[in-house]
Nanobody, 126 residues
Framework: QLQLVESGGGLVQPGGSLRLSCTTS??????????IAWFRQAPGKEREGVSC????????YYADSVKGRFTISRDNAKNTVYLQMNTLKPEDTAVYYC?????????????????WGQGTQVTVSS
């Protein structure tokens, strides 16, 4: 079973930056073969798709709320997917989850994902 691990969350001031990482401790899995997405969930709110990157063509998608501020990327040599978050706002505060899917031609923020990490807390506050 694919096990995803998120890291890089923390406390940051508004306007600051964080880089989240998604990887796996299971060496038999190569994340480049999976569609990878980042989701987030804030208290009292529904889970929101933030960004995803396709394994087939490398296409990326972003929620309107983060376009121009967040960037998703892969480092295949490190078997890691990153979410670079810039110009962070208090409304970005949430638990961020990495998720994977295998089989679809492209990623999407409205699709079902098979495996999920435990999440990493991002808090944007003065």
């Amino acid at each position: 079973q694919l096990q995803l691990v998120e890291s890089g969350g923390g406390l940051v001031q508004p306007g600051g930056s964080l880089r989240l990482s998604c990887t796996t401790s299971a060496s038999q899995f190569t994340l480049r073969n999976y569609n990878i997405a980042w989701f987030r969930q804030a208290p009292g709110k529904e889970r929101e798709g933030v960004s995803c990157i396709s394994n087939k063509d490398g296409r990326t998608y972003y929620a309107d709320s983060v376009k121009g501020r967040f960037t998703i990327s892969r480092d295949n040599a490190k078997n890691t997917v990153y979410l670079q978050m810039n110009t962070l706002k208090p409304e970005d505060t949430a638990v961020y989850y990495c998720a994977s899917e295998y089989g679809r031609a492209s990623c999407g923020l409205g699709y079902e994902y098979d495996y999920w990490g435990q999440g990493t807390q991002v808090t944007v506050s003065s």
